[in-house]
């Protein structure tokens, strides 16, 4: 008869035999695509929609221009060079302009 096993070649033999099933099956299983992300799920747009993305998307920087002016000038900076405003006045400015961008990709449907 054959001497058993012992217990301390068991355990390591049994997670090695695991941890090989394991990545045999993971790379033979099909995997799914992974999710598009955002940028990735531009779709067709009609030319209507479009036109009015555009329309939205101009009047949306031009307001920002004017607030940027607005901010520049409170702080007595001159209206002939390239103002730099504090990143705190920049961020909120910019992120109303993230904002105003969003409603317009909203009211164009979403960009579809």
Request: net charge negative.
């Amino acid at each position: 008869m054959a001497a058993p096993i012992p217990p301390t070649l068991t355990a390591p033999a049994l997670l090695l035999a695991a941890a090989l099933l394991s990545l045999v099956y993971s790379a033979a299983a099909p995997r799914p695509a992974p999710p598009k992300l955002a940028f990735q799920q531009r779709t067709a747009m009609s030319e209507h929609a479009r036109s009015m993305l555009d329309e939205c998307r101009r009047h949306a920087y031009l307001v920002h221009d004017v607030r940027w002016a607005a901010a520049c000038s409170q702080q007595g900076a001159d209206e002939e060079a390239d103002c730099m405003l504090p990143d705190a006045e920049a961020g909120r400015l910019n992120a109303a302009l993230d904002r105003a961008e969003s409603l317009c990709f909203a009211d164009a449907g979403g960009g579809r």
